[in-house]
């Protein structure tokens, strides 16, 4: 899996965006540590995800590319798709929740693609793609339990470490596991010292659960904020990635998920999701105790106004 | 005036932030240019007003330290001089609007400044900062009609330069006059061809006519949510060489500087105040038609919640 992320990279080479890491001396006396925040919220469709759909749907045949790519996503993913197949002219189909946020799917529908919204709490989204893909014959790219996605996704940490050096922890968001085992791949391959940690919120804690009891544990549609956690479960490549690769996990609330938002908000002046404020969370809330120089991917910036207007104004947390 | 930017320059290494230069795919698309945003919102502080200040301050005789500084501004220059004060071990006395954001107010407090505050409607804060500083006999830093004030602030285009080459158009917001005085000066010395344009709210367009009838003309208390550009009137140092070295001025509606903000957050994932999302404002309205290679400043990312909440919320602009 090393290498094939060495290779992801250098098909993203021009397609992705080199993105900035920023750092915060508030930010570094406040927990500790010198901290590194890999800003993939100024990745192109403003999120990690774009990393890992390019090296996914750029791998198709020529030949086969006419058959379209069929995808299910909360999000992201879909923006990632939509646009990708945009790019390389390949019609694309997404089946989206009908809560997901407003400004995911005009995205997504910007770029081109098809949605197919569904209802989470009656409806299985795999089981929908696959009859959609029967139907229309169209090429999977799920999310993140891809091979060529997890590749495209360990890209970010490659990156990172070319940028700011050996790590003594990466603190990574977890909801498929794409990033996160795509990551603990890639930081292994370069840094075997890096201690890789996982973090979830407290609602959405599949991941923990599945690493510390070694079976694959589910949530049903969990009422996070952190809308791209939301997933059910770790996937059938990404768990026994993670098993074998990443150290721990940390759970947050939901306080210190919002609470992390709002320092990168007025503190880093950065637009992050509350997805991709995970890591941050972490450490401000003392789940974790970090130590030396600490990478944390802050995954996207993809988020409703209204969503981070009440953010804003619920100062009272 | 060129040289004492340059030799700022020098006096602000490894104090100020070399902040990025952003682009945005979407943002060229829109505007028919290429468009390089000069993140001064990722300053010290969160605005080019650190520079500013910390050269201003630095340059004051250790011997005169002791009788500590005095300044009054709106809000960013304040947060400059405390921080820059507690920076340099020197007691600062800040005077500052009752409506000042609170945020602004915060931070200054934060930094150890001591705050006095009036209200704008009835008091001129000038006189009052005289005579708080002769009942103190502090040394007066104001924010921008100050010679070592205008060179800080010239700096952010020399790096501007320096990251992106020479430009074609050049856009700055118009307050006080400080940055876009030192931005016109460093333009000149460096790219005599880089058209200069000064950017303010139309309800505060007093350099705009100051610059078109040649006598400084005045605005009291203007209602713009640019808090920033709230002065009454270009200085006595700042209109002058705004006359000999400023192309034009560009003059925006309160509905394209909250879009501009908006642009800024949902497109470019970053945080921008009012007053610094101005050059964004001017193209993205057509208030200004660039053409070519242009630049922006950025020059601060200091908003409210509640402000920003009400920009994201107030989408039918």
Redesign the interface.
């Known amino acids: 899996m090393f290498e094939a992320i060495l290779a992801a990279r250098e098909r993203l080479e021009g397609q992705a965006h080199r993105t ?1 890491v ?1 750092t915060s001396r508030t930010l570094d006396e406040r927990v500790g540590a010198a901290v590194h925040l890999k800003c993939e ?2 990745q192109r469709m ?1 999120a990690f995800k774009f990393r890992g759909a390019f090296n996914a749907v750029a791998r198709i045949p020529v030949g086969d590319r006419p058959r379209g790519v069929v995808t299910f996503s909360s999000g992201n993913h879909a923006q990632a798709v939509a646009l990708v197949g945009r790019m390389l002219d390949i019609p694309t189909t997404v089946i989206m929740p009908r809560d997901a946020p407003r ?1 995911k799917r005009q995205a997504t529908e910007g770029y081109g693609a098809e949605v197919r919204r569904y209802d989470p709490a009656t409806t299985d989204r795999e089981t929908l793609a696959r009859e959609i893909q029967a139907q229309q014959g169209g090429i999977m790219i799920p999310p993140y339990d891809h091979p060529d996605v997890i590749a495209g996704q360990g890209t970010a940490t490659l990156e990172l470490h070319a940028q700011v050096g050996d790590l003594d922890l990466l603190l990574v968001p977890c909801g498929g596991g794409g990033l996160l085992s795509g990551s603990a791949v890639a930081a292994r391959g370069l840094m075997p010292g890096c201690r890789v940690v996982g973090v979830e919120p407290e609602l959405a804690d599949d991941a923990a659960r599945s690493f510390r009891t070694g079976v694959r544990q589910t949530v049903h549609n969990p009422p996070t904020i952190a809308d791209g956690t939301r997933t059910p479960s770790l996937g059938r490549l990404t768990f026994p990635l993670i098993q074998d690769h990443v150290d721990d996990f940390a759970t947050v609330s939901e306080a210190a998920i919002r609470e992390a938002v ?1 320092f990168l ?2 503190r ?5 999701e509350p997805s991709g404020a995970l890591g941050v969370a972490a450490l401000l809330s003392g789940a974790l105790k970090p130590r030396g120089r600490v990478g944390i991917i802050l995954s996207g ?1 993809n988020i409703d ?2 969503t ?3 953010i ?2 619920d ?1 009272a947390d």
Chains 1, 2 share one sequence.
């Open positions: 900035p920023m919220n100024f403003g400004i709002r908000f007025y880093l002046k950065l637009v992050v910036g106004g209204p981070m207007a009440k804003l104004q100062e």
